[in-house]
């Protein structure tokens, strides 16, 4: 309010200085005209001059401004910079930090699928943020090829053709070394219209690093996804650190399967040892029992085994029972069956699902089987025969322990007809 009280004071007095005091003494005749003119002449100079500095210095206070102005937005940039710096490095932190616990997880079990389910989770929710797809490949020992172990997928209904891996996956397995691509369209070290043609999903960024203990390659965890540049150098050097840790656990996890399989199965033919067989069997009376349902057990014997032990000697004898075992294996290929070898030259089949009537057949149909196969033993062809017992559960008893007996018993009975048969009670 003072201001403009001010300014309008102002503006009086300057309209009657300049203009009604003026034309006042002009009609006075109180002062002459020239000095009238003159008056005016000094006053717009003057106004001039006015002008001119207050333009210059409205120019000043904008220069100012912008400069200001440009300082303050590059204040802005610096402090979004920072920002962006701030929250990049708490998610190191907070990555970094939970090493430990991602150790803990993957340690708590030495079960394949666990830690191999583990790994993937923790490569989905820590690194992509639960975007695209994280495919974790195994190497296969004998042929040094990719396998597809496990995945997790943004999309559920999305396929993964590439079972053995793509051009990304083999240069990974080629170099051993981590790789980024933020767009593929612009990475000249692969060729894209190869990868349309191999992969039908979409896949423009990555991430890959491969899993190696010690100077082993296990495997390789990759995390794709449909958009560029999703991921950083930052992520990949954590990928390879998670994957470090995960290569140790997914080895130990391997040694331990291969462990529990050694102490599983039989050295000689690969079927379920005895004690394994016997645990298996008591599983599936069990789940028989629950839904109602009913198995059939075989046991067989090979027929005068020490014959041919005597004759070709023990290593002959190997031959016959891995070649009996392999049998097996054959014929019961795709069938809800346990295998097992029971000691010596006896063997033991569970038939899940098969009523005494069926069984009988089945064996019958072995019985024939396993005489027809041609064995050579020392450049000799030979045959041999089985007798078989049966017993069915839980027509003949509920209680699993007997229903071997049974079948033993079975089993016997067919050596004392004459052998190369089937019998039950």
């Not at 003072?2 to 009609?27: D, E, G, H, Y």
């Not at 993964?160 to 051009?167: H, N, P, T, V």
């Not at 020490?306 to 070709?312: M, S, T």
């Not at 069938?335 to 019958?364: H, S, T, W």
Request: proline fraction near 1%; charge should be positive.
């Amino acid at each position: 309010m003072a201001s403009f009280l001010k300014n309008t004071f102002r503006f009086i007095f300057l309209l009657v200085l300049f203009l009604v005091l003026p034309i006042f003494f002009l009609q006075k005749k109180a002062i002459a005209f020239g000095w009238f003119f003159l008056f005016y002449l000094v006053n717009f100079v003057f106004v001039v001059i006015s002008v001119n500095k207050t333009a210059k210095k409205k120019a000043a206070i904008k220069y100012d401004i912008q400069k200001v102005e440009e300082e303050l937005n590059v204040l802005v940039s610096e402090n979004s910079k920072e920002e962006k710096h701030n929250l990049s490095l708490q998610q190191k932190i907070s990555r970094y930090n939970s090493l430990k616990e991602i150790i803990e997880e993957l340690n708590q079990k030495l079960d394949l699928d666990f830690v191999s389910g583990k790994l993937v989770s923790i490569a989905f929710s820590m690194i992509s943020l639960n975007k695209g797809a994280v495919l974790l490949y195994l190497v296969d020992s004998e042929t040094q090829k990719l396998s597809l172990f496990k995945t997790k997928k943004e999309d559920k209904d999305l396929v993964i053709k590439a079972k053995e891996g793509d051009m990304f996956d083999i240069w990974v397995l080629r170099h051993t070394s981590p790789l980024l691509v933020e767009d593929v369209k612009r990475d000249f070290r692969f060729d894209l219209d190869k990868l349309k043609r191999g992969e039908a999903r979409p896949i423009v960024s990555l991430i890959s690093a491969p899993l190696v203990s010690g100077h082993r390659l296990v495997g390789i965890l990759r995390l794709d996804a449909a958009i560029a540049n999703l991921f950083t150098q930052d992520d990949l050097r954590f990928l390879a650190l998670v994957c470090e840790i995960g290569a140790v656990a997914i080895e130990n996890s391997q040694l331990f399967q291969k462990t529990r399989d050694l102490a599983i199965h039989d050295g000689l033919t690969g079927l379920y040892t005895k004690g394994y067989f016997l645990e298996r069997l008591k599983q599936e009376c069990r789940r028989q029992l629950r839904k109602a349902g009913q198995l059939s057990l075989l046991m067989l014997d090979i027929d005068y085994f020490k014959v041919y032990n005597d004759k070709f000697g023990h290593t002959s004898g190997d031959i016959v029972l891995k070649n009996l075992a392999r049998l097996l294996n054959d014929y019961f290929s795709g069938e809800d069956v346990v295998l097992g070898r029971f000691g010596g030259e006896e063997f033991c089949i569970v038939l899940n699902g098969k009523d005494k009537e069926e069984a009988l057949g089945i064996a019958d149909g072995l019985c024939r089987k396993i005489a027809g196969e041609i064995i050579t033993l020392r450049r000799q062809k030979t045959n041999i025969t089985v007798s078989i017992g049966v017993s069915c559960f839980p027509l003949d008893t509920a209680d699993e322990n007997e229903l071997v007996h049974k079948a033993d018993a079975a089993m016997y009975e067919a050596k004392k007809k004459g052998r190369n048969r089937v019998c039950c009670f």
